[in-house]
């Protein structure tokens, strides 16, 4: 059956990770997924506010205006104990690339003992209306560790080095259904789908 066009959820991002695990993850609805690039939006958000959920609302906000669609942002980032809480809202910015984000996370906590290294990928995912005048956020947690040295190809990001204690692997070693089914994005997107079909009056 052919998807209405009325049906189009704009997934605001363009970092091709993150938008593959969000089609996953909301590819049982009956919507079209598109993404800003494939309607000539270039231009992105500032990045300014001081949480997660500010910040996807920030994106979800200037995506739905820019395109007329509802959508689904997400702002996520890891949270390392050791480091009070760092890089957290500034961990996309932390370094030029994902490999020197790594690497100045992992000189950072050169020093620290195996049991003083827990972290925490957090995400919130926010659903904006803007013609509605409807926004919504949920938010997800994947508790881990910080592994002392990059482990395995899949993934992006940190994933090389969140260490998942109960699986015994990093997040960049484990399969993408896996991550899917136990991520912070995975979390958060599967408490924001109910609100996903009441916007589209999908059935529940």
Same mark, same amino acid.
């Given at each position: 059956?052919?998807?209405? &066009?009325?049906?189009? $959820? ?23 997924? &598109? ?22 609302? $920030? ?18 980032? $890891?949270? &390392? ?29 050169? /020093? ?9 990928? &957090? ?60 991520? /912070?994005?995975?979390?958060? =997107?599967?408490?924001? $789908?109910? /609100? ?5 009056? =999908?059935?529940?």
């Amino acid at each position: 059956m052919e998807i209405a &066009v009325s049906r189009r $959820l704009l997934v605001g991002t363009n970092n091709t990770g993150k938008a593959r695990e969000i089609s996953a993850l909301v590819q049982a609805l009956d919507v079209a997924v &598109v993404l800003p690039r494939d309607l000539g939006i270039t231009a992105t958000p500032p990045e300014h506010g001081p949480t997660f959920q500010a910040n996807a609302l $920030l994106k979800g906000r200037f995506f739905s205006e820019a395109a007329g669609l509802p959508c689904l942002a997400d702002d996520s980032g $890891l949270e &390392v104990d050791a480091l009070a809480g760092r890089p957290g809202v500034f961990s996309s910015r932390y370094a030029p690339t994902d490999a020197e984000r790594i690497a100045r996370l992992l000189d950072e906590m050169r /020093h620290a003992p195996r049991n003083e290294r827990t972290a925490r990928f &957090v995400c919130a995912a926010a659903l904006v209306d803007v013609s509605a005048g409807t926004e919504v956020v949920e938010t997800g947690q994947c508790e881990g560790a910080i592994a002392e040295a990059p482990r395995g190809g899949k993934g992006f990001g940190y994933d090389p080095v969140f260490y998942l204690p109960d699986m015994g692997r990093t997040m960049a070693e484990i399969t993408f259904e896996e991550k899917n089914a136990r991520s /912070h994005r995975g979390k958060a =997107l599967a408490a924001l $789908l109910p /609100h996903i079909r009441r916007a589209f009056e =999908l059935p529940t």
